[in-house]
C-alpha cells in the first residue's frame, strides 16, 4: 500500500513539473506580439453581454480601444432591457463601429450560443470573426494578434486565453488563478489544447465549412463543443500566447468557486464523454497525493508506519509547495506565499470535490437558465428561463 502511495505521489510530481515546463513560455507571451498583417479584412467582434458587473465597463471599453484597423463589434443581449444594453451604451457613445443586438430567448441551444449567432447576423460585412467575453482586460494588440494568424492562412481558427489578477489573498481567489493557469499551461500541447470561448477567431469561409452555424445552434456550449467537431476535420485551434486577457479578481467565495469549476467539469462531461471518463484516473493522480501523505505522516505518529516513510512523506510534501511557488512565478501579480500555497494545495481538494459533483445531474444551470443536455452537449430541453 505505501508502494502504491508513493508511486502516485512521484506521477503527480511528473505531471505537475511537466505541465510547467511545457507551458510557460506560452503563459509568459511566448515569441511576443504579433506582427500587424498586411491587409486587414473587416473583424466581426461578437461580444455576448449580460447584466452590469464590476470591471464590465473597462472590458467593453478595452474591446474598442483597439489597434486593428478595420472592426465591427457587436454586443449581443438576450432581452433589450438587460442592463448591458445601457452600460454598453454608456461606453461606446457615439462609435460608429459598436452594434447593439437583441437575441431573444434561446430554445434549442445554450443561450451564450444562441447571442453569439445572432450577433454573427449583425455583422454580414465581417471576413473574420472573433468570439470575446465582457468580463476580461485586453490589452490594445489583442485583435491583431489572435486574427493575425487566419488572416495569414496559418490556421483556420486561433485561441487566446485569460490570467486572473488576485486582487486580494482570498482562497478562492488565488484558487481560481491557480485552476486557470493550469488551463493556460495546456493550451501549447497541441494534442490536448481546446478552444477559449472568451478568446476565439475563425474566418468567415472556416465557419461555414466546418458547419459550426448547426453545431451551435443546438449545443449547450460554444467552445467545449468546437474541439471534438474540429478534430473530425483534422483542425486544433492554432494557441496564440500573445492573446492573452487579464481577468482582475477578488473577493471570490468558496461557493462560487465550486459553482464555476463544476460548470466547466460538466461541459467537459457533456461533450467529450471519452475525456471525461478518463479524467476519473487523472483527478485521483492529482488530487489524492496530499492526502496520501498527510494520512502517511498520521500513520508514523501513531507508529503505523516507519520513520522512513514518514521522511518520504515529507519530501514530497516539500516538492509538491515548492512547485507550488514555481506556479506562483506565472502569476501577473504577486501574493504572499503562505497564501499562495493555501490556495494551491486547495486547488486540488476542490477538483476532486467538483469532480464528484459531476456525477450527480445531467442538466447545467448558468445565468438564470437550467439545461437537460445529452450526449455530446445537445441540448435536449431548457428546463426554466430566468
Partial sequence: MLLFAFAVMAAQLAVLTALYLLGRRHVRGGAGPEPMPETCPRLGVIVPVTGDHPGMREAVASLLDQDYPDFVAVFVTATADDPAVALVRGVAGDDPRVLLVTAGPAARCGQKNHNILAGMRAAATAEVFVYCDSSHVADRHFLTNLAAPVIRGDAPMTSGFHKIVPGDAATGTIGMAVTCMALHLLQPIRAITQPW??????????????????????????????????????????????????????????ARWDDWLTRQLLYLKFCIPPGWLVSIVAVFLLSAPPLLALCVLAAWAFGAAGGAAAVAALAYLAAFSGLGLCYRGLCPRKVGVFAWLRGYAATFAMLAWCFGRTFATNTMSWRGIAYKVGWGGVVREVLRKG
Fill in 197 to 254: 470561448g472568451g478568446a476565439m477567431a475563425i474566418s468567415r469561409q472556416a465557419f461555414d465549412r466546418f458547419g459550426l452555424r448547426e453545431l451551435w445552434g443546438s449545443n449547450i456550449v460554444d467552445d467545449f463543443s468546437m474541439g471534438p467537431h474540429l478534430h473530425r476535420f483534422g483542425v486544433a485551434a492554432w494557441p496564440v500566447a500573445a492573446a492573452c486577457l487579464e481577468t482582475p479578481m477578488a473577493g471570490m467565495t468558496l
